[in-house]
């Protein structure tokens, strides 16, 4: 379909209607090609009209030329329960010179579940009327997937919020920069934040959200605070929340997780950069064996284009805690830390660790491990991060040995000396972004920090090292993920060493120039006990080339726990009474860390 201009009257409207639906399921996308090329060629927009409602919800719009060339538009639609239809507006001013077209309109995953038979299995929810069977994640998240509303019955209000009256029990922290704005419709930027919110979507209902305009500045935070839960076991308790991530300049949204009330917490869980014009729903497992309370914290980024959109908040298997009325404070150390002024009484030996807030004793070989195995996660306190992106100039417990041994008065020798350091695209001078990435890996802005070996310092030959704290004890799937950037004419070398008392082994290398590109490398560690991994960085010829790396990934790392529960049919009992899946015999992977899955005698 396309439109064609016939006369020059003022504000002419052409409008295409689709039939009218009765309704759609909760994963429903709506998708067209579309055209909009010529000098004034205008505006045009989807609406979408729901029975009941005056006020139409603009679901899309193209604003200008956008080039001779087809583009496609994918919206999402989501549960929609009440008929509606959508119609497509173009408005002209006069001046109409172009073409406008639409083509090829498809609608994806737009049904409703399909009635099941039976539904059996404990993470599963069979629904009352439709008789769907779904994940019994899905019950209690403040969306209607059943068809029927069955999911949604009975839930307590307490344990969810969809922002339609206020902010229920959650309250803005009174220690941020800024606060969340509760708003219906689009934010006040064009090309940033949501349209509509994602309980009813359309412009009726209510959400929370970032505004990035000024006065605003890059990094100012706005922090959530939930109400306080009681302790749950592992993976008992589900937190469930939409998030929408739209605009050029968007920069973090992060989830938090604390047990005392005046610290910042743990990181849970984050995401970085535009994720495009929809809503995301994110599950988190939380577990905790204190009462804990999550902090929903979102960051402007360097410019208005960067709104953050929040909407449907639940919990799930959690429960309000009734105790007293705030978490436990704990006075801080000069470094800001959290931690006692000494510990706690403990019967601890000295091969014991001693959990700060406790006193509880712990073998010094689940001392970081990458499992907190203290309530308060001080046994992982002073290790190195599981993930680090360097952001807030964070070396996430990284340090540099050949520095630390330096005298105090050799300050002058040590800014000449070829070591590592954090930068960023934003302070590089101009001809060296040759050389140097002009923007890191995790925001993709030049705002985003990295780790890099400056060789505009040392000599040819030298080499930079950079260490974890001594890793106690990994799993048998544990690798290092990480990016790097080496590019330059003289670029010298990165390895990755593996360091334990007696030996020194290298693990992975590369040399000389990758590219203008962060390229991602693997290596895997698998069973180790006490040892540092070591970055090593050796300088070319001359000072054009750095070696940068970013976003360090310890994953799948800590050891195997072995649980109480007999192991399932799909499982194989390992020698030393762990579970694995049966799939993992003979792979040449020390699954068990025993070695009895790879026994010759399987």
């Known amino acids: 379909m396309f439109i064609l201009k016939s006369s020059n009257i003022v504000s002419q409207i052409a409008r295409l209607q689709s039939p009218k639906f009765r309704q759609t399921g909760s994963n429903c996308t709506l998708s067209f090609w579309y055209y909009n090329y010529g000098?004034?060629?205008?505006?045009?927009?989807?609406?979408l009209l729901e029975d009941g409602l005056t006020q139409p919800t603009v679901l899309w719009r193209t604003y200008y030329s956008e080039g001779n060339q087809w583009l496609k538009a994918v919206i999402q639609l989501g549960r929609l329960p009440h008929p509606f239809q959508f119609s497509l507006d173009k408005i002209s001013l006069g001046v109409y010179d172009g073409i406008s077209a639409i083509d090829d309109i498809s609608f994806e995953n737009c049904a409703l579940p399909p009635a099941a038979l039976s539904c059996e299995g404990p993470n599963r929810f069979w629904c009352r009327d439709t008789k769907a069977c779904i994940d019994s994640l899905l019950v209690c998240d403040l969306v209607d997937d059943c068809g029927d509303g069955s999911d949604e019955d009975s839930c307590d209000p307490d344990l969810q919020c969809d922002f339609e009256n206020g902010l229920c029990n959650w309250e803005q922290d009174v220690q941020d920069d800024f606060d969340w704005i509760r708003i219906q419709g689009p934010t006040p930027t064009v090309n940033t934040g949501p349209l509509k919110d994602h309980t009813t979507g359309t412009a009726r209902g209510h959400y929370l959200y970032l505004e990035s305009s000024g006065p605003r500045q890059f990094q100012d935070k706005a922090v959530l605070l939930s109400p306080l839960f009681s302790p749950c076991g592992y993976g008992t308790c589900a937190f469930r929340f939409h998030y929408h991530m739209f605009g050029k300049e968007v920069y973090k949204l992060s989830v938090f997780q604390r047990t005392v009330s005046n610290a910042k917490g743990w990181l849970v869980w984050y995401k970085f950069g535009n994720q495009e014009n929809r809503w995301i729903r994110q599950t988190l497992f939380i577990s905790s064996s204190k009462p804990f309370q999550i902090l929903v914290k979102g960051i402007v980024g360097d410019g208005f284009t960067g709104?953050?959109?929040?909407?449907?908040?639940?919990?799930?298997?959690?429960t309000l805690y009734n105790g007293k009325s705030d978490l436990p404070t704990i006075s801080t150390t000069t470094s800001g830390t959290s931690v006692p002024a000494t510990l706690p009484m403990n019967n601890c030996t000295e091969k014991e660790f001693v959990c700060r807030a406790s006193g509880h004793c712990i073998?010094?070989?689940?001392k970081c491990d990458f499992r907190p195995d203290c309530s308060d996660k001080s046994d992982e306190s002073a290790c190195v991060m599981e993930v680090c992106d360097f952001e807030d100039k964070d070396l996430c417990g990284w340090h540099q040995p050949a520095l630390e041994q330096m005298p105090g008065n050799y300050s002058i020798l040590i800014t000449k000396t070829f070591k590592w350091q954090l930068g960023r695209g934003a302070n590089l001078y101009p001809e060296e972004e040759q050389h140097c990435p002009l923007t890191?890996?995790?925001?993709?802005?030049?705002e985003g920090w990295y780790l890099f070996a400056d060789s505009s310092n040392g000599e040819f030959g030298d080499t930079a090292d950079i260490a974890t704290p001594v890793i106690s004890l990994t799993g048998p799937r544990c690798k290092i993920i990480f990016w790097n950037h080496m590019n330059g004419s003289t670029i010298g070398s990165l390895e990755v060493l593996y360091k334990s008392s007696t030996k020194t082994s290298k693990l992975w290398s590369q040399t000389g120039s990758q590219g203008p590109q962060w390229n991602r490398a693997e290596v895997f560690l698998g069973i180790r006990s006490n040892f540092q991994i070591i970055f090593r960085a050796k300088r070319g010829v001359s000072y054009m080339?750095?070696?940068t790396v970013d976003d360090i990934t310890f994953e799948d790392c800590s050891p195997l726990l072995i649980s109480d529960k007999p192991c399932t049919s799909e499982e194989f009992m390992c020698a030393n009474k762990y579970c694995i899946p049966e799939n993992n015999l003979c792979d040449f992977v020390n699954d068990c860390e025993d070695n009895s899955d790879e026994?010759?005698?399987i």
């Open 363 to 366: 073998q010094m070989i689940q």
């Open 599 to 601: 026994s010759p005698s």
């Open 440 to 446: 890191d890996h995790t925001t993709c802005t030049e």
């Open 545 to 547: 080339g750095d070696v």
């Open 39 to 47: 000098q004034s060629v205008g505006a045009a927009e989807l609406r």
């Open 307 to 318: 709104d953050i959109g929040l909407d449907d908040v639940s919990f799930l298997g959690c």
